[in-house]
T-cell receptor
């Protein structure tokens, strides 16, 4: 059963703590993305990666870091530098190359601050 | 700027009626557009897409129109059902230095009244 798996579903962060959100896909997609969603707002791009061992900053990368050591995995770390981390985080992937390739999304991780 | 916007944040329709969710995009260079449906606490699901060389595309009960003159991308849902209640996002695809980047609008919450 192919798809994108995000874990955990809910995550709590203490002040000054770094937390890592997991994203795994078995769709053999080259490109992976992390979006942040705040209530009543659209999706904002944090980071994206088009190929293993390479990634680029999106529109709101400050306070976040990523790695892409494997094609299947694109973990997102929310660092203590991110002062307002409470949000719904969505991971997505798509095939690379053609223009009309849709994004496939995971089920999301809700991050809250204790 | 590179923003995708929606005219109405909320929309209510009676079950069985047709609905139209509007979307305005600002970048005339966008070459591909997608509509997503997002239910509460879940990731967005693909509904329908359209390329910039088309002016209309139909799916099951859904139709997307592309008016490049005024840069509008309305989504029509026919014979609405309770399961259509969700937030709907439009997104435009921008090709930036070889990377395909989707820019999302704010979203419209559609409520189907029984």
């Amino acid at each position: 059963d192919g798809g994108i798996t995000q874990s955990p579903k809910y995550l709590f962060r203490k002040e000054g703590q770094n937390v890592t959100l997991s994203c795994e896909q078995n769709l053999n997609h080259d490109a992976m993305y992390w979006y942040r969603q705040d209530p009543g707002q659209g999706l904002r791009l944090i980071y994206y990666s088009q190929i293993v061992n390479d990634f680029q900053k999106g529109d709101i990368a400050e306070g976040y870091s990523v790695s892409r050591e494997k094609k299947e995995s694109f973990p997102l770390t929310v660092t203590s530098a991110q002062k307002n981390p409470t949000a719904f985080y969505l991971c997505a992937s798509r095939r690379q190359g053609a223009t009309n390739e849709k994004l496939f999304f995971g089920s999301g991780t809700q991050l809250s601050v204790l | 700027g590179e923003s995708v916007g929606l005219h109405l944040p909320t929309l209510s329709v009676q079950e069985g009626d047709n609905s139209i969710i509007n979307c305005a995009y600002s970048n005339s260079a966008s070459d591909y557009f997608i509509w997503y449906k997002q239910e509460s606490g879940k990731g967005p699901q693909f509904i329908i897409d359209i390329r910039s060389n088309m002016d209309k595309r139909q799916g099951q009960r859904v139709t997307v129109l592309l008016n490049k003159t005024v840069k509008h991308l309305p989504l029509q849902i026919a014979a609405t059902q309770p399961g259509d209640s969700a937030v709907y996002f439009c997104a435009e695809n921008l090709g930036i230095q070889g990377a395909q980047k989707l820019v999302f609008g704010q979203g419209t919450r559609l409520t189907i009244n029984p």
